[in-house]
């Protein structure tokens, strides 16, 4: 658990240090963020690499996000999620992520429940680092947050 909070805590200081040079640089984080999703073809897989929250009581192994669509303000993902449970199998959602009016903060929705607020804090082209304002992170850090890659878990 150490090691998940250090990743994440190392990515985002490095993330606020680096400006990404791939992006849009006059574009705020939400928009680069749809700028990354728009970049991706559909079928592509987004990864989870790091987290810092708990998915139904458990630690989160691995979270594929597979594009289907995406445009200016709204993209759509498959979210497939394998936890460190023998109990839970892998399970399927689709997930929604729109733009706000605060240019760093985008909303996502679950096929059902409730909506999270993400704070985007980096993009780049092959990495996305985020907060999640309605989760509690499993250590002592102020805030839930993770790391999605282009990379595989």
């Known amino acids: ?15 606020t240090q680096m400006p990404s ?6 574009a705020t984080l939400g928009q680069r963020l749809f700028q990354f999703l728009q970049a991706l073809q559909v ?3 987004l990864y989870t690499t790091k987290a ?8 989160v192994d691995c979270v594929m996000r597979t594009k289907t669509v ?6 759509r ?14 399970f399927p959602m689709k997930l929604s992520y729109r733009r706000t009016s605060n240019g760093d903060v985008v909303t996502e929705g679950l096929s059902s429940g409730p909506r999270n607020t993400l704070t985007i804090h980096y ?6 680092v985020y907060s999640v304002k309605e989760l509690k ?15 595989s878990c």
Do not use: E, H
């Open 1 to 15: 658990m150490l090691r998940i909070f250090s990743a994440v805590t190392v990515c985002t200081i490095l993330a």
């Open 21 to 26: 040079k791939a992006l849009s640089s006059t």
């Open 52 to 59: 810092s929250y708990p998915q139904r009581q458990s630690r």
């Open 43 to 45: 079928g592509d897989v």
């Open 123 to 128: 993009v780049d082209q092959t990495c996305v």
């Open 77 to 90: 993902l498959c979210m497939q999620t394998n936890i460190n449970s023998r109990r839970l199998p892998p």
């Open 137 to 151: 992170p499993l250590t002592s850090s102020k805030k839930a947050c993770g790391i999605w890659s282009l990379k």
């Open 70 to 75: 995406s445009d200016n303000t709204v993209a």
